[in-house]
């Protein structure tokens, strides 16, 4: 059996990561999941999802446990201090952070004090030792150093590899990025109070909701040259699932729409394989669900005014997308323990 992982919280991302190692046939051992809910709760969400249907494995209950294709999987309830989770007595390598709430590195220090050897946050990190979106700077990672991971965010990893790609063809002077982002569990369903947004207190499947998103920052932690150089928005949108980044780049080449597209082209069918696609189909959000892509980059959206300022377009399944890189970087973490 291959590397060993315990996933700490089981939501939209920690579930979706079984979907991946389900059908990637990973030799991944998911040993215990850390969760406030019931074992049948889990179970049951496991099986059944409103966005992206119906488990293609097996899901079912052994006592507290959940079994997945045949597993076991250890169903934990330690939420008030995650030293106390038995990652090193259950041989966990990597724990994935999934819950939202643990993105510092003091916090995620405690799964290593558990027993963990690396951990893998599900966001954007405060204070952890390196930041990766595969595809971009994946080289960076030092297994010696490196123990508290970030993987970003779904929109950084989408907006990343897009920005790579432009910057080493024609070199970005400086960029606005706007996400088209499908409401998440940040969102109220109904009008009600938020921690700090009056705009993400008002009901998620009624408007479209302007909200800031670090994505575009984020992007300059693993692209250090763009530091200063891009910012950006979110809308949140009513739709449950799938995202569009839509960046402005102002190019210190003269470019025009085919050169733009070609080198997107080359990108997804050399090194970036995997992470960025390239289409030229006319096709909506619905259309990209479970796509296990970063970014899609839409060749038909591309537009160029005056030789050297830039507008691509690029979509991404905000969840399956995240979910695949975060499993993607778990290996590569693993292969170099």
Not at 169 to 175: D, E, V
Request: glycine residues 8%; aromatic residues 6%; neutral net charge.
């Amino acid at each position: 059996m291959g590397v060993k992982i315990g996933i700490n919280g089981f939501g939209r991302i920690g579930r979706y990561l079984l979907r991946v190692i389900h059908n990637q046939k990973m030799d991944v051992d998911v040993v215990a999941v850390n969760a406030r809910a019931s074992t049948e709760m889990y179970a049951h969400l496991l099986k059944y999802d409103s966005v992206h249907g119906k488990f293609p494995g097996e899901v079912a209950v052994n006592g507290d446990n959940i079994i997945v294709d045949g597993k076991e999987i250890k169903m934990l309830r330690i939420t008030d201090d995650l030293s106390k989770i038995p990652w090193g007595e259950l041989g966990v390598d990597i724990v994935m952070e999934t819950t939202g709430k643990f993105r510092d590195k003091e916090s995620c220090l405690k799964h290593i004090k558990a027993g963990a050897k690396k951990v893998i946050i599900s966001a954007p990190g405060k204070g952890v030792d390196v930041t990766i979106v595969m595809g971009v700077n994946e080289e960076c990672y030092d297994p010696k150093n490196h123990h508290i991971i970030s993987n970003a965010s779904c929109t950084t990893n989408c907006l990343a590899p897009v920005v790579k790609v432009l910057h080493d063809n024609f070199k970005i002077k400086r960029g606005l990025m706007t996400t088209v982002h499908s409401y998440t569990m940040d969102q109220r369903l109904l009008d009600g109070s938020h921690k700090k947004d009056f705009r993400r207190a008002r009901a998620a499947a009624v408007s479209m909701v302007p909200t800031t998103t670090g994505a575009a920052i984020a992007v300059t932690k693993v692209i250090p040259e763009l530091e200063g150089k891009l910012d950006g928005i979110a809308i949140r949108v009513p739709t449950p699932n799938e995202s569009i980044v839509d960046l402005v780049a102002e190019l210190e080449a003269n470019v025009s729409k085919e050169q733009v597209n070609e080198v997107f082209k080359k990108a997804a069918e050399g090194r970036l394989k995997g992470i960025l696609a390239y289409s030229e189909e006319p096709l909506v959000s619905v259309d990209y669900i479970g796509n296990p892509h970063s970014a899609v980059v839409d060749g038909l959206l591309t537009n160029v005014i005056d030789e050297n300022l830039v507008k691509v377009f690029a979509w991404y399944d905000n969840e399956a997308g995240f979910a695949y890189r975060m499993m993607d970087l778990a290996m590569y973490v693993a292969e170099r323990m």
